[in-house]
């Protein structure tokens, strides 16, 4: 049987994904790829790292952790963080960057029915998407037999000098970096796709919205096709994430501080360790990945 939230239990619906933190072993190329590859601007810069992002809004958190290693490909951890972007041609801009910054780079392209995919692997493995979503009215959503809903997903033929064709202007390349983007979805490598549902639907909130063969779950907030999502396509069977380079911390924004303290409450009711400052909650999921709920 699918598992489902209560509705009372549910994550808010305008629940937004933040700011993605990875641990970085050179700062130097990494901070130069998301910056030249990816368009994005310094925000801030310290002793934890440096913020990345377009416009006012943080998207990555790159945090020196020279000491690390990087996972090994089996391990539980990040699969891609996904960088959502607010028209074609802002994607196809972005895109275009990324590909002449190094083409090597370039992991595929896919027509996903709700949205229009390109994806990357930055220099020390982790994975990247760019996509942009279609229309909302024209996702298509099935109901299961015990009444759950799933939108309809799938892999088409996206071929990306077409779509540059199509959708690269002069104007979006040169307003890159002023085009808006944000963090539409944060995919994980987990062990086990039926223990990422009990964890991220039944204990945090999630709805699930699509799964694919016990190889895949996705799940989201308000409708939308998933603002997490979890596979086992290199990791079936990962235990707990050894301290590694890659994945530091999943931050997910809630409006208030009552959504902060009803997940907590939830948190405590199934036994699963976790700091509450008010504000803010942190905790780990099932594969010690990390992660923060705060008031956006």
């Known amino acids: 049987m699918k598992l489902q939230a209560n509705s009372q239990d549910l994550l808010p619906a305008d629940l937004t994904m933040g700011a993605v933190m990875l641990k970085v072993g050179d700062m130097k190329t990494m901070t130069s790829y ?33 000491g690390l290693q990087l996972p090994s490909r089996g391990e539980a951890g990040l699969f891609h963080t996904a960088f959502l972007f607010e028209d074609r041609a ?89 085009a808006g983007a944000q963090i539409g979805h944060v995919h994980l490598q987990v062990g086990d796709t039926q223990v990422a549902e009990e964890f991220y639907v039944k204990t945090l909130g999630f709805e699930r919205t699509a799964g694919w063969h016990g190889q895949a779950l996705f799940v989201s907030a308000g409708g939308y096709h998933h603002h997490m999502a979890m596979n086992v396509w ?45 504000a803010e909650l942190r905790f780990e999921d099932p594969w010690r990945n990390q992660l923060r709920v705060a008031v956006g």
Do not use: C
């Open 90 to 178: 802002a994607l196809a801009a972005t895109l275009a960057t990324a590909a002449q910054y190094d083409a090597r780079r370039f992991a595929g392209s896919a027509d996903h029915l709700v949205s229009e995919a390109f994806y990357f692997t930055d220099p020390e493995g982790n994975g990247i998407e760019l996509y942009y979503d279609k229309p909302r009215e024209g996702w298509q959503w099935a109901t299961a037999a015990d009444g759950t809903r799933e939108v309809q997903m799938d892999n088409v033929a996206l071929p990306p000098q077409l779509y540059l064709q199509n959708h690269l202007t002069e104007a979006s390349l040169a307003g890159q970096r002023e």
């Open 34 to 66: 998301y910056q030249q590859a990816l368009g994005l601007e310094p925000l801030s810069e310290g002793l934890g790292g440096v913020y990345l992002g377009r416009g006012a809004t943080p998207l990555v958190h790159l945090a020196p952790a020279g």
């Open 234 to 278: 290199n990791s079936r069977g990962a235990g707990p994430r050894k301290d590694t380079l890659g994945l530091g911390e999943v931050l997910i924004h809630v409006p208030n501080e009552d959504e902060v303290g009803a997940l907590a409450e939830r948190l405590s009711s199934a036994r699963i360790g976790h700091h509450h400052t008010g």
